[in-house]
């Protein structure tokens, strides 16, 4: 069992940056491969960025591609989410999910690979 809170949201200009956090429980953290997800009102939930449980591999989506960065820190059980060239249509709720199923070196960008979801938090980009 592993307990996620993200942190770090907010309201941003266009062309901003923001860092969102997340935190997790327990000491087996570096057993998950983490991801982050957003969710637009009316939408999906949707894929934004993957890394495996060592850091060797990271995926990005092609939306966020050369913006965004995840980087994760086992020894403080934290992943982070560094976005930059925030544009309005990066505006969602932003999840981060840990996935214990997938294989040790591999990474998903399936939101059913993950079992433990966090709250969520908003980001909100100003045009």
């Known amino acids: 069992q592993v307990q996620l809170v993200e942190s770090g949201g907010g309201l941003v200009e266009g062309g901003g940056s923001l860092t969102l956090s997340c935190a997790a429980s327990g000491r087996t953290f570096s057993t998950y491969s983490m991801g982050w997800f957003r969710q637009a009102p009316g939408k999906e939930r949707e894929f934004v960025a993957a890394i495996s449980r060592r850091a060797v591999r990271t995926y990005y989506a092609d939306s966020v591609k050369g913006r965004f960065m995840i980087l994760r820190d086992n020894a403080k059980n934290s992943v982070y989410l560094q976005m930059n060239d925030l544009k309005p249509e990066d505006t969602a709720v932003y999840y981060c999910?840990?996935?214990?199923?997938?294989?040790?070196?591999?990474?998903?960008?399936?939101?059913?690979?993950?079992?433990?979801w966090g709250q969520g938090t908003q980001v909100t980009v100003a045009s």
């Open positions: 999910g840990a996935d214990s199923t997938s294989p040790s070196s591999s990474i998903s960008t399936s939101p059913t690979s993950y079992n433990y």
